[in-house]
Structures are given as structure tokens and as C-alpha cells.
């Protein structure tokens, strides 16, 4: 298909690219302690999935994303410390018996499924999903109090900008537009802290400026490329401009990436995403039934909301990453429409980096 090679690359850079992010090693935030299970997820992507049971094991056969590759089969036995708490199908295509999904279920291990663009399509959670009624019923409650639906909601986004004050700390350089995005969202905290917001209403028109504040100060932020003579960088891929795009339309959107850093923040807030949703439904909580967000086509409002403290350490984690490393535009996919993909191998890479 026209849109799913590599942007200007062989087959052999692909071959040499994909082996390149496939045995990279991902620094882990701390050892493994003895007899814990093991903690990162397993990423499985590309063509010929498959997940089975075989003589009492679940037998797990990864995809293949190039040629030449090398099978990759891993057996997971009961009880096995080394089977993954979760495992993290990127797009790719394959087969999932009937058998390995209750296995998957005895023995406590969440799937999840994300899509080329890095949006979670579902989530299996090994505890399926029984809601307590007395949890359920405080969403609902808080939701119709204006007043404790302001506090829990004040609550998130006060937790977001201070966990943004660290980002840019950490990650952004000195600059005017850095110095004006710091200044609103600690004005901000000021306001919430004072009292000053009294409806949710105000507490949206506080963080939407700030969010746009926040994102405007990574402008000029600029990735390491190499072997540009073999692999033309896009214009507009030498440095980051905004969040948003306008490929998804008139209003600009964060769903359609037109920056690789964008099309990584996706990969990286879907792997949030199925975590925080996969701790609510355990914890007994409705994904569905938000407070501060409002469900939208069966979207999980109450995933969303609790995602909102933890997105800015999201960003570092894609940052460090994306600023650190050296690309190739053959690591990316250039659609037709303007649309920028992450090879399968470089996608996986992500969601490994932002869960360390």
C-alpha cells in the first residue's frame, strides 16, 4: 500500500531501522526486586501475531515487521514471575484463541490493543468488570454537586500544572514563551488555591490557556537526525510547532499527527490511557461515568479525568526520548495526507520508555 512504506526508504533501511529500535535496550527505572513479577509490558506488533495455549502454557509468537527477521516465541508458564502484568498489541494483524484469553484472565494478565495512530481500540482487563455499587453511585453523586464535582476536578488540574512546572523544568529551555507558561499556570495554582474559582466553567477557561501556554513553549524544540543525504527530513519536522494539527480539519485536533513528536505523545498517552482504565475498572469504578470530562460516544470520561495529573509526566518521559535519540526519516511513515506514522518497532520502543 502507497501509505505504509517508510518516507523516501528501501526495504533494507526499513529491515535496518526496525532491527535497530528492536534491539535497543530500555533503561528500567529500578532492578527488579526478587520474586516480584515482572513489571514492564510486553509489546507484541507487526504481521502473524499469535496467542495460544499449548500443553498448559500460553505460547506468544510476535509479529514480523521486516525481512529479514527472526522468529520471536516466548512460553509463559502458571504462576511465572516473568509473565508480563500487561501485553500491548500495536496494530499488526494475527489470532487470539478463546483458550488464551481465559488463561490471560487466570492468571492476571491485561491485553490491550492500540491502532496505527496510537489510540487504544479496546482493553481486556484479566479482572473483567464488576463495578461497586457504592463507588459507582460517588461518581454519580459528585458529578451532580457542582461544588465536590469542582473540588475533585480542581484537585486534577492543580496536580496537572504543578506536574507541568516540573516538565519544563526539566525538559524546556529558557525562553520568553517557557517564562509565559510558567507564569500562567503558577498564577493559576494561586487562583485554585485562593478560592477564585467557583465552577467548573472557570476552572476550563484557567487550563485551556495554560495548556496552550504549556505547548507553545516547546516550540523550536528540535530532534537529532542523521543520514539525511539517504533520507530527506520533512520541512516541517525540523523543529515542533504546536500540538494540535489541522489535518483532522478546520479546528485543529491532536488525533492526526503531523510532527513525530506528536505522533509519539499519542502512542504514549494510549499506553496511559489503558493503564489508568485497567486500575479504575479493578478499583471498582465506572471508566465510563467522568466528573469533570463528559462521556462522548462511549468514550471513558472518568479514565480521562484521572489521566489529566499524569499527562505532563507523559510528555518528559517522550521528550527524554525523542530529544535524546537519533532518527532517520526512515523511522517514520509519511502518509499521503500529511498524516506522520512511527515505524512498528519505533512505536513499541515508546510505549516501553514511558512505562519505566
Not at 81 to 110: K, Y
Request: glycine residues 8%; aromatic residues 8%; contains cysteine.
Amino acid at each position: 500500500m502507497l501509505d505504509s512504506q517508510p518516507l523516501d526508504a528501501t526495504a533494507a533501511d526499513w529491515s535496518e531501522r526496525c532491527e535497530h529500535w528492536r534491539n535497543k535496550p530500555v533503561p528500567t527505572a529500578r532492578p527488579r526486586r526478587r520474586r516480584e513479577r515482572e513489571t514492564a509490558p510486553l509489546i507484541l506488533t507487526g504481521h502473524g501475531v499469535s496467542l495460544k495455549v499449548d500443553k498448559g502454557s500460553l505460547l506468544v509468537r510476535n509479529g514480523f515487521t521486516h525481512h529479514p527477521q527472526r522468529p520471536e516465541t516466548r512460553r509463559f508458564f502458571p504462576g511465572d514471575l516473568e509473565t508480563p502484568q500487561r501485553i500491548i498489541m500495536i496494530d499488526g494483524s494475527g489470532q487470539l484463541t478463546f483458550d488464551a484469553l481465559n488463561w490471560l484472565s487466570e492468571q492476571g494478565v491485561h491485553l490491550v490493543r492500540l491502532n496505527w495512530c496510537g489510540e487504544v481500540v479496546c482493553v481486556l482487563a484479566a479482572n473483567g468488570y464488576a463495578a461497586d455499587p457504592a463507588k459507582l453511585e460517588w461518581q454519580k453523586r459528585t458529578r451532580e454537586d457542582e461544588a465536590a464535582r469542582l473540588e475533585f476536578a480542581g484537585g486534577l488540574i492543580r496536580r496537572k500544572l504543578l506536574a507541568a512546572l516540573e516538565t519544563m523544568e526539566a525538559i524546556i529551555p529558557a525562553s520568553p514563551a517557557r517564562d509565559v507558561a510558567v507564569t500562567r499556570a503558577e498564577e493559576s495554582i494561586a487562583r485554585i488555591d485562593g478560592g477564585a474559582v467557583s465552577e467548573v466553567a472557570q476552572l476550563r477557561g484557567l487550563e485551556g490557556p495554560c495548556a496552550n501556554a504549556y505547548f507553545s513553549a516547546w516550540a523550536g524544540l528540535a530532534m537529532n537526525w542523521k543520514s539525511e543525504t539517504r533520507h530527506p527530513v520533512p520541512p516541517q519536522w525540523r523543529e515542533y510547532r504546536q500540538r494540535s494539527t489541522l489535518l483532522s480539519g478546520v479546528k485543529g485536533k491532536n488525533r492526526k499527527a503531523d510532527h513525530p513528536i506528536n505522533a509519539m505523545l499519542n502512542y504514549a498517552y494510549a499506553m496511559l490511557e489503558s493503564e489508568v482504565r485497567i486500575n479504575a475498572a479493578a478499583e471498582g469504578y465506572d471508566p465510563m461515568v467522568g466528573i469533570y470530562h463528559h462521556a462522548a460516544k462511549g468514550s471513558p470520561a472518568y479514565v480521562f479525568d484521572l489521566m489529566e495529573p499524569e499527562r505532563p509526566r507523559i510528555d518528559r518521559a517522550v521528550l527524554k526520548f525523542a530529544l535524546s535519540e537519533k532518527f532517520t526519516a526512515a523511522d517514520f511513515i509519511l502518509r499521503q495526507d500529511g498524516v506522520c506514522r512511527l515505524g512498528p518497532q519505533l512505536a513499541g520502543m515508546v510505549c516501553k520508555a514511558v512505562t519505566v
